[in-house]
Nanobody, 125 residues
Framework: VQLQASGGGLVQAGGSLRLACVAS????????MGWFRQAPGKEREFVSV???????LYADSVKDRFTISRDNDKKAVYLQMNSLQPEDTAVYFC????????????????????WGQGTLVTVSS
């Protein structure tokens, strides 16, 4: 599976961006799809994940501001980011793991098998 993330850019505080991650390969609907971010000098951190069932999980820092969604027909996962703040500045990565229905999605980067190349989000104050 190859993942291609896009949609990053420069936005002012309070603005919005929508990230997209398109996957290649079969069986996209079986994958849990996650978003992570990494700011300069910091470790990669969990942002959100959407399970193959459609259930979602968010980091506390983005809850109520970010929304993850998926379109299995397009083999894509999206991250709608609203009310962006300078602390949201980071390279955003999408990640994937083939799962079974009963396997809960995880927030640890080590749980994921596939990673995209990242897209830079810069929020100015």
């Amino acid at each position: 599976v190859q993942l291609q993330a896009s949609g990053g850019g420069l936005v002012q505080a309070g603005g919005s961006l929508r990230l997209a991650c398109v996957a290649s390969g079969p069986s996209f609907s079986r994958y849990a799809m996650g978003w992570f971010r990494q700011a300069p000098g910091k470790e990669r951190e969990f942002v959100s994940v959407i399970h193959r069932s459609g259930s979602t999980l968010y980091a506390d820092s983005v809850k109520d501001r970010f929304t993850i969604s998926r379109d299995n027909d397009k083999k894509a996962v999206y991250l709608q980011m609203n009310s962006l703040q300078p602390e949201d500045t980071a390279v955003y990565f999408c990640a994937a793991r083939n799962t079974i229905v009963t396997m809960p999605a995880e927030s640890s980067p080590s749980w994921y098998h596939y990673w995209g190349q990242g897209t830079l989000v810069t929020v100015s104050s």
